[in-house]
T-cell receptor, first 117, second 108 residues
Framework: GAVVSQHPSWVICKSGTSVKIECRSL??????MFWYRQFPKQSLMLMAT?????????EQGVEKDKFLINHASLTLSTLTVTSAHPEDSSFYIC?????????????FGPGTRLTVT | QKEVEQNSGPLSVPEGAIASLNCTYS??????FFWYRQYSGKSPELIMS????GDKEDGRFTAQLNKASQYVSLLIRDSQPSDSATYLC????????FGTGTRLLVSP
């Protein structure tokens, strides 16, 4: 159980375009989803927390107008990187949690490797 | 600033030995503690969770929590080369704070 999928697994886009990444919890209802980014040889950096049906909470320094997050249902959250630039190239990983009643465990998707040219 | 600290390693152990990974956390309000394994180029995989003081065993893995000392550890018994990865410690309540990870190398 506790399977999270992410799509696409990798994407290459041109500078100035937008990219949407989907995160789905396949076998449980995710009351909360998290979006992280990870640069090579560095740890996870939390970008934002989203709860189903409400606005995402962004971490300090993360531009909410650039990284649009939608958590439309208990099994789907999307991250849209708008007007992407080469410095946005990174490994984006989502995680899903059934909430504190489920122990607060976060299950990670396989990640999306974004390259902006 | 809530922090989770880990030694970056690498921690090198021979196959069959016990690997001991440690972390400390700063937020006394943390209620949930997790160990994740991350292979190079892959996303983290949850391997252990622990919520109360003491030991929790699952197969070859044992997690230990000492809230008074704000200390969490992970023991891997009978280490295998396939255990070679970076191990991330995380602490929190709902939002987790992750350490930078300890790289474990298990040599055949």
């Amino acid at each position: 159980g506790a399977v999270v999928s992410q799509h696409p697994s990798w994407v290459i886009c041109k500078s100035g375009t937008s990219v949407k990444i989907e995160c789905r919890s396949l076998d449980f209802q995710a009351t909360t989803m998290f979006w992280y980014r990870q640069f090579p040889k560095q740890s996870l950096m939390l970008m934002a927390t989203s709860n189903e049906g409400s606005k995402a909470t962004y971490e300090q320094g993360v531009e909410k107008d650039k990284f649009l997050i939608n958590h439309a249902s208990l099994t789907l959250s999307t991250l849209t990187v708008t007007s992407a630039h080469p410095e946005d190239s990174s490994f984006y990983i989502c995680s899903a949690s059934g909430g504190v009643s489920a122990g607060g465990e976060q299950y990670f998707g396989p990640g999306t490797r974004l390259t902006v040219t | 600033q809530k922090e989770v600290e880990q030694n970056s390693g690498p921690l090198s152990v021979p196959e069959g030995a016990i690997a001991s990974l440690n972390c400390t956390y700063s937020d006394r309000g943390s209620q949930s503690f997790f160990w994740y394994r991350q292979y190079s180029g892959k996303s983290p995989e949850l391997i252990m969770s622990i919520y109360s003081n003491g030991d929790k065993e699952d197969g070859r893995f044992t997690a230990q929590l000492n809230k008074a000392s704000q200390y969490v550890s992970l023991l891997i018994r009978d280490s295998q080369p396939s255990d070679s990865a970076t191990y991330l410690c995380a602490a929190g309540f709902q939002k987790l704070v992750f350490g930078t990870g300890t790289r474990l190398l298990v040599s055949p």
